[in-house]
């Protein structure tokens, strides 16, 4: 039997490295599309690489973007996948809306480019596509819990973007035949999820706070509710759509839902910390103001312009038809995610008692 090849585009983001990780393991070629930047960017994935010099190599690196056509059409020719997983994004709400345009460019029109270089290399019966859609779709709910039959109304420019998205991929695969899926994810995070979205800032926050690295957190709106998964089981999700006789869009969410508040209070419950809420009149009743530890604050800066209230997945559909179910619930994402981030603070203390400089990151 021949190896399937695959292409990650967003291959050094937190999805793209545990769907690396899975395809390998599958026996999959796996090629990844990074950016250049100026330094290093491949911290998620630096346990996978393979030195170009070694031969009959599974995973392979290449520098391309989403927003340059022509380094998009050069690698799908080079590498002809059988499958096309497009996580490549701007993925950060708040960040959309200081760039707009960029995030357009990259998650709207960076879809189409793929499509389009699909059709163009001919590749439309070869080539298996996955779009990384999201519940940011749903925005201002039209209903709960949310369906693939939901209504969209996007609330940011990231949202509005990845709308196009969406509509590009459903219109590609009904125009040329495209075997085209979107997944609608919603959130999911991990030990490896970007330092400034708000789990992991909590998880870090309050690691460093435990080791004495910092002794407050800011946040934005703490009665924001999501529906909180662990990437791991989405990406698995992301594969198994793309198996299927015929494509289909899945959406992918536990069905819980809890507050960026409860989230807090679990993970300081694992490390053992008590809570002192501060500002924007948001105390919490169950922990001791007066003598609590640590200090979360509300700084009206990490509000956004319009705002995602509550999203609360109904993954019936990929129950039944897949057979998918998350494996791993919210108390054990919350440990493993307090966990890694006590390793990381505990070498950050270290660095600090031998004397060197440890930088403060607060986003
Ligand atoms: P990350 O932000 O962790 O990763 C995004 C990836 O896209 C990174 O590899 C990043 O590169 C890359 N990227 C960004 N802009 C460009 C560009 N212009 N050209 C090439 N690559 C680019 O996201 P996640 O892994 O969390 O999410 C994966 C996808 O799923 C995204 O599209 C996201 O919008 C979507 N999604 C995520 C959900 C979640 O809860 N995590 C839920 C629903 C959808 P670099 O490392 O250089 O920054
Ligand atoms: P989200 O994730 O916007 O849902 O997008 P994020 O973790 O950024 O925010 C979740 C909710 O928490 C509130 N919040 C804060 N958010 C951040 N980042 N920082 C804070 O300090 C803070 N305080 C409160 C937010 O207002 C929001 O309501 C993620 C991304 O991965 C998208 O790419 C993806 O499409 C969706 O999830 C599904």
Redesign the pocket.
């Given at each position: 039997m021949t190896t399937k090849k695959a292409l990650i585009?967003?291959?050094?983001?937190?999805?793209?490295?545990y769907l690396a990780e899975l395809l390998l393991s599958k026996g999959y070629e796996v090629h990844g599309?990074?950016?250049r930047?100026s330094l290093f960017?491949t911290d998620r994935i630096d346990h996978l690489y393979q030195d170009p010099q070694q031969s009959e190599r599974r995973f392979i690196l290449h520098h391309?973007?989403?927003?340059?056509s022509s380094s998009l059409i050069r690698i799908m020719q080079q590498v002809q996948p059988d499958e096309l997983y497009?996580?490549?994004?701007?993925?950060?709400v708040a960040v959309s809306f200081e760039e707009p345009e960029?995030t357009a460019?990259?998650?709207g029109i960076?879809t189409l480019r793929l499509l389009e270089a699909i059709r163009i290399l001919g590749l439309e019966r070869k080539t298996r596509f996955y779009q990384?859609?999201?519940?940011?779709l749903y925005g201002k709910v039209q209903e709960v819990p949310q369906s693939e039959t939901t209504p969209f109304y996007p609330r940011s420019p990231?949202a509005v973007a990845?709308l196009y998205a969406y509509w590009i991929t459903v219109n590609y695969r009904e125009a040329y035949g495209i075997y085209a899926c979107n997944?609608?994810?919603?959130?999911?995070?991990s030990p490896?999820?970007?330092e400034t979205?708000v789990t992991r800032k909590i998880t870090r926050g309050l690691a460093r706070i435990k080791l004495g690295l910092q002794d407050r957190i800011y946040l934005g709106n703490l009665d924001a509710r999501r529906d909180w998964g662990h990437?791991k089981d989405?990406v698995r999700m992301q594969w198994m759509m793309l198996q299927q006789d015929a494509p289909e869009d899945f959406v992918i969410a536990t069905g819980h839902q809890y507050s960026v508040r409860d989230f807090v209070a679990a993970a300081a419950a694992e490390v053992g910390i008590r809570i002192r809420w501060e500002g924007a009149g948001q105390l919490e009743k169950g922990f001791d103001e007066a003598t609590g530890a640590c200090v979360v604050a509300v700084d009206p800066r990490y509000f956004r312009p319009t705002e995602v209230e509550t999203l609360l997945g109904d993954a019936t559909k990929a129950r039944e038809r897949l057979g998918w179910s998350p494996e791993i619930g919210f108390e054990a994402l919350v440990a493993e995610m307090m966990r890694e981030d006590l390793k990381e603070a505990e070498k950050d203390a270290l660095c600090r008692r031998e004397g060197f400089n440890v930088a403060e990151r607060h986003e």
């Open positions: 585009t967003g291959i050094t983001g937190q999805d793209g490295a599309i990074k950016r930047t960017n391309g973007d989403m927003t340059d497009n996580l490549a994004a701007q993925s950060h960029y460019d990259s998650d960076g990384a859609s999201t519940s940011e990231y990845k997944g609608i994810l919603f959130n999911h995070e490896r999820r970007g979205f990437a989405y």
